[in-house]
């Protein structure tokens, strides 16, 4: 049983920073990618950043380029997701997001992505 659970979402002031951690369990051996995706009231589901679990490569969206840092510890099985600079546009749900194998779908689109966390909700206040 493969579950991912996140932690870390609180209130934060416009400019703070904040982390967020998704911890896998099950069989995570050989996972494709792992994803960070938000979701404020009343819009879709976006997507924030990935990375992948074998080599690291990182690909972010232009929205949070240079203030949002995606990382992984292997040995953990856990993904963090640092957040500087935080805006009040910011605030969200924000999900984790497990593609266990390899794909050539695009992975900003939540489609591929097949296990997902509860959402831990960050606040940015002004």
């Known amino acids: 049983q493969v579950q991912l659970v996140e932690s870390g979402g609180g209130v934060v002031q416009a400019g703070g920073s904040l982390r967020v951690s998704c911890a896998a369990s099950?069989?995570?051996?050989?996972?494709?990618?792992m994803g960070w995706f938000r979701q404020a009231p009343g819009k879709e589901r976006e997507f924030v950043t990935r990375?992948?679990?074998?080599?690291?490569?990182?690909y972010y969206a232009d929205s949070v380029k240079g203030r949002f840092t995606i990382s992984r510890d292997n040995a953990k099985n856990t993904v963090y997701l640092q957040m500087s600079s935080l805006k009040p546009e910011d605030t969200a749900v924000y999900y984790c997001?497990?593609?266990?194998?390899?794909?050539?779908?695009?992975?900003?689109?939540?489609?591929?992505?097949?296990?997902w966390g509860q959402g831990t909700q960050v606040t940015v206040s002004s």
């Open positions: 997001a497990a593609r266990t194998r390899p794909t050539i779908a695009p992975m900003t689109s939540p489609l591929p992505y097949d296990y």
């Open positions: 099950g069989r995570t051996f050989g996972w494709y990618a």
């Open positions: 990375i992948s679990w074998s080599s690291g490569s990182t």
